[in-house]
């Protein structure tokens, strides 16, 4: 990561500080980043936040968050990852006359827990070439394959529902133009489900891929980590939490 004013927490920071009309009189940040980088888990939209909300405490928040979600959103391109990094939880978002709306869709108090495995290979993927090996144009009953599943995608999430989930999360717009291109990708998905995964899935545009389950299952994580190394690639397993809230800034 760079060390200097290209690192993407200290290029948000500065751009607050520009929008705010404040010279920045230097600082110094001790970045402690969790977040593996190009891996389909939304790292850019992570140091976007992280530089915009502390540069606007650092100046007694002279920008609302709702402001700075905007403004993180307008400079992403998308509120994809950004909306639920600020939020935290479940969240929905659309653009709507060049106005992000976003909404934190609540979970159901009895929903069942989803235990999330997060397996990334040592594999180049930027996001960039991701775009754009995909189709210009898609088929109508492609489109349509994905939209009739969005519905369900989102409220097995919501409801804990882990075999509606594995029924819904398929896809025809992006998977079938990415997975071939990352060795071993195509095997560890079905690894996943033999060792217990409900549903697995590309995560974000990739290299990662992202299984659920009902319970904590090791062996999910080693089966598709056994996959990526047969096909000559090491990988890194994960198993994250999910986050009811959304980003925090604290000054002590």
């Known amino acids: 990561m760079p060390r200097n004013a290209e690192n993407q927490i200290v290029e948000s920071a500065l751009r607050i500080f520009e929008l705010a009309g404040k010279p920045c009189p230097g600082m110094e940040l001790l970045c402690l980043n969790r977040v593996p980088i ?13 530089g915009m909300l502390g540069a606007n ?3 007694g928040s002279p920008f609302s968050d709702e402001e700075v979600l905007k403004l993180a ?22 653009v709507y006359e060049g106005r992000v709306i976003s909404l934190k869709l609540p979970a159901r108090a ?20 991701a775009r754009a090996i995909l189709p210009k144009m898609v088929k109508r009953e492609d489109a349509v394959y994905n939209i009739s599943r969005a519905v369900l995608v ?3 999430l919501r409801t804990g529902d882990l075999d509606l989930l594995g029924k819904a999360m398929s896809d025809s717009l992006h998977q079938p133009y990415r997975l071939p291109l990352i060795p071993g990708a195509q095997a560890a998905m079905q690894a996943a489900r033999r060792a217990g995964a409900g549903a697995v899935a590309l995560s974000g545009a990739g290299p990662g891929l992202i299984a659920f389950s009902s319970k904590p299952e090791p062996a999910i994580g080693l089966a598709m980590q056994h996959a ?7 990988a890194r397993i994960f198993h994250l939490n999910v986050s009811y809230e959304g980003a925090e800034v604290s000054i002590i």
Do not use: C, W, Y
């Open 110 to 129: 009895n929903r069942s827990p989803i235990h999330v495995t997060f397996v990334l290979p040592d594999f180049d993927f930027p996001t960039k070439q």
């Open 154 to 156: 989102t409220e097995a």
């Open 38 to 50: 190009s891996s389909g888990l939304g790292s850019s939209s992570a140091a976007l936040l992280t």
């Open 228 to 234: 990526f190394e047969s096909a000559g690639l090491t």
């Open 57 to 59: 405490a650092l100046l």
């Open 73 to 94: 959103i307008e400079t992403e391109g998308h509120p994809d990852n950004v909306s639920p990094a600020m939020l935290g939880g479940l969240v929905a978002s659309i």
